[in-house]
């Protein structure tokens, strides 16, 4: 059990890896492009590594975990600490060009499966296992920044996935239950916790969020025998098994019967569920997920020291740390110079969340008047958030208050349907793409030239009608059907909305990972939402005026928003959701009163939000439907609906997509195999349906025959008159001459099975 000398009393479960100015994100495109060799990008990897560490033992955290460093993902690193990478990329020569295959795939080689992180916005890659998969340890990765940390003297705490949570995140080939690969991954584990030891690991963090997630009876029991087993290995450090994004409940005090040393506990997501439980578990540390690492407001002392207390005075030893990982929160708040300086005084990102956690373990273990001055801060800013005047609009909750049930109702879905046809006069397999067209070099330096003030807004505008008028044109070139204006205009399919709606503030370097690469800047939901003017109605009507066409009108729906931005949490998510749609709806009114015929409002994040545990299920997608049908029903129903969902396990909310009642939803297909068509005909789904046909997130361009293959498949699952044809996710990301192919092999493949 825990030794008191080998404890500690302030942490994070994880620290962000892309760089405070993203250069990790360039320094690997650039090693992608062929512009920088395999050397020179572990250099600009360590050299993040060693200031972060640094910046890290400065701030006074006396653990500091490592190993969540990732050149694309933690749980493909963890495929690869196993030996579990798919046989179809061991060929690959190098092992950095073999992991990125795995990642994103080749020109001869699929890429892994793609989702959310539980209910984050953060992408994993799959694993893919079988009943035949040979393990085997690859522990590299996890030595090599553990002696780099204790080099720097770092008080280092190794961080790897858990191998229940492996397994659970995985996708079974055969069908096997992989479950029963549990005893073959456990000698693994217990060897590489006993080469850490050996390397001067004194702890290790076992990373287990799928612990919150509703388990059955045989799984509790199987980590039950699992930790028991790894508690029980000689010779290894002390093991902190973390967990995240929600409640443990009754696993944890099973989890504390099994002799490892500490459990993190979240309670921000969590609640307080768990903290009558861990009271009662003397024997154990509990890391207590105070600071919430997954949103960016200050903590409240005055709220979360009698928490704290609450737990120590119970008999266990107590840490005080984030509630999940930093990864997703932005580094500091010290770029954010052009924030005002009212809401910036509320905000705790990375560096503010670490000097909280500090402040609130010396107040728990040398009292309240060795960080009186720093408490004080906390306190006003907390009291002065909640006497802000934007934080309520009443004309808005006014607004919503006399909303009916009328104003969520359309006719039935096969009456709108010839009703659009007859407007729209499309072809069988009608052929569109998602939204965005590649973000070119012209595209970001004019908006860079318009940030620092070289041009003016005029000339912005201008240059974004030139694009336009080229995605126009490029599009009736290669035949596409339904059309779209490309979105040049737009920086992030959030942030472009929220800068144009009150009571959002937006960041300047503010950058979280989303996936590999790709980065965002979430916007900050601080107050009551409102739509003081039109946001694309311009932008849109320019784009028809220049083609016979239609041209859909592209909108991002109040879900996504919600899910993409840091969002106040002083009401209910459904009451802001509300609001939001609100904002929505009159944007849809105004895109059809100016002649737009389609109008796609976006929501990929519609799963993200789901709650881990079935109880809470049924509540929220209740409410995210209502609120995508308040944005969307204000229109007639000769305009059709569109909707786009994206990477993630739809089973789970087959019926909350047919509750959306979209004329078409467009999803994400390609890496899945069309898997979700069968989801969809068992739920008795009879809306339009776009079934993605090649995988945008991978450089590879599909042959026509491959994409006539994924139509043939998808047809077998839906009726041609309801099919359409289109890529699985917006352009955005990907060169122009990939896209112009790919689109052209698509326009084949539609007319070939027509």
């Not at 067209?437 to 030139?466: C, H, K, N, V």
Request: proline share 5%; glycine share 6%.
């Amino acid at each position: 059990m825990l030794n008191p000398d080998n404890t500690f009393t302030a942490t994070v479960l994880g620290l962000p890896r892309i760089g405070p100015d993203r250069e990790l994100k360039r320094a690997i495109e650039a090693y992608w492009a062929g512009r920088l060799d395999a050397a020179a990008l572990h250099a600009v990897a360590a050299g993040l590594r060693t200031a972060q560490l640094t910046a890290v033992r400065e701030a006074g955290l006396d653990s500091v975990p490592v190993g969540t460093f990732s050149y694309y993902d933690h749980v493909l690193d963890t495929a690869v600490l196993l030996g579990a990478l798919p046989e179809r990329v061991r060929p690959i020569t190098g092992e950095l060009d073999r992991y990125f295959a795995a990642a994103r795939g080749t020109a001869e080689v699929a890429p892994l499966e793609m989702t959310k992180w539980f209910d984050t916005n953060y992408h994993y890659l799959v694993p893919e296992l079988s009943a035949a998969t040979e393990f085997s340890l690859h522990p590299e990765k996890p030595l090599a920044e553990l002696k780099e940390a204790l080099a720097l003297g770092i008080p280092a705490r190794p961080v790897v996935v858990g191998p229940f949570t492996f397994l659970k995140l995985a996708k079974s080939l055969d069908g096997s239950d992989l479950l029963e690969r549990l005893p073959d991954l456990l000698p693994l584990y217990e060897q590489l916790l006993a080469l850490l030891a050996e390397a001067g690991a004194r702890w290790v963090q076992l990373d287990e969020p799928a612990l919150v997630t509703d388990l059955s009876a045989t799984e509790q029991a199987a980590v039950y025998t699992a930790y028991r087993r790894l508690a029980a290995a000689a010779n290894r450090p002390a093991l902190l098994v973390a967990t995240y994004f929600g409640r443990l409940g009754e696993v944890l005090p099973a989890l504390a019967d099994t002799g490892v040393e500490g459990i993190a506990v979240d309670l921000v997501a969590g609640g307080d569920a768990d903290i009558a439980a861990a009271q009662s578990m003397t024997g154990t540390l509990i890391v207590a997920g105070i600071a919430d690492g997954y949103n960016v407001w200050r903590v409240d002392p005055d709220r979360a020291l009698p928490r704290l207390r609450q737990l120590r005075d119970g008999g266990a030893p107590v840490a005080v740390s984030s509630s999940c990982s930093l990864l997703h929160v932005p580094y500091s708040l010290d770029a954010e110079t052009d924030l005002e300086p009212r809401l910036r005084s509320w905000l705790a990102f990375g560096a503010e969340k670490i000097a909280e956690i500090r402040m609130l373990a010396t107040a728990l273990y040398e009292g309240q008047d060795a960080v009186a001055e720093q408490l004080d801060i906390a306190r006003t800013a907390v009291l002065d958030r909640r006497a802000d005047r934007r934080l309520r609009v009443e004309a808005v909750r006014a607004r919503l208050a006399e909303l009916d049930g009328d104003a969520v109702r359309r006719a039935p879905a096969d009456e709108r349907r010839v009703l659009q046809q007859g407007l729209l006069n499309l072809p069988l397999l009608p052929t569109t793409t998602i939204g965005s067209f590649p973000q070119t070099s012209r595209i970001r330096i004019a908006r860079a030239e318009l940030r620092r003030g070289a041009i003016d807004q005029a000339e912005y505008d201008s240059r974004m009608r030139e694009e336009i008028a080229e995605v126009i044109a490029l599009q009736e070139e290669i035949g596409l059907d339904v059309l779209v204006h490309g979105e040049p205009e737009r920086n992030d399919m959030v942030q472009y909305f929220a800068e144009q709606l009150g009571g959002f503030a937006a960041t300047v370097n503010g950058w979280v990972q989303s996936y590999g690469t790709r980065c965002v800047r979430p916007p900050i939901l601080f107050g009551d939402v409102t739509r003081p003017a039109a946001m694309t109605v311009g932008w849109s009507t320019y784009a028809q005026s220049l083609t016979g066409k239609p041209v859909k009108g592209m909108l991002t729906g109040p879900v996504t928003i919600l899910a993409w931005s840091y969002i106040r949490d002083d009401q209910p998510l459904s009451d802001t959701a509300r609001q939001i749609a609100l904002a929505i709806r009159d944007e849809t009114v105004d895109l059809e009163a100016a002649g737009i015929g389609i109008i796609q409002v976006d929501e990929p994040a519609l799963r993200e939000l789901l709650p881990l545990r079935r109880a809470d299920q049924a509540a929220y997608l209740a409410w995210a439907v209502d609120a995508f049908r308040l944005s969307t029903s204000g229109v007639a129903d000769t305009t059709q609906i569109h909707t786009h969902l994206c990477y993630s396990e739809f089973g789970e909310i087959i019926g909350a997509i047919t509750g959306l009642d979209a004329d078409v939803t467009s999803i994400e297909a390609a890496r899945s195999h069309m898997e979700v068509l069968d989801d969809l005909n068992a739920a008795g789904f009879d809306l339009g349906v776009g079934p993605g046909v090649y995988d945008i997130h991978s450089p590879r361009v599909p042959s026509t025959q491959e994409i006539e293959q994924s139509l043939a498949l998808a047809l077998k699952a839906v009726p041609a008159e309801r099919l359409w044809a289109n890529p699985d996710c917006g352009l955005k990301t990907r060169r122009t001459e990939e896209v112009v192919t790919s689109l052209q092999h698509l326009v084949a493949a539609a007319r070939a099975l027509r």
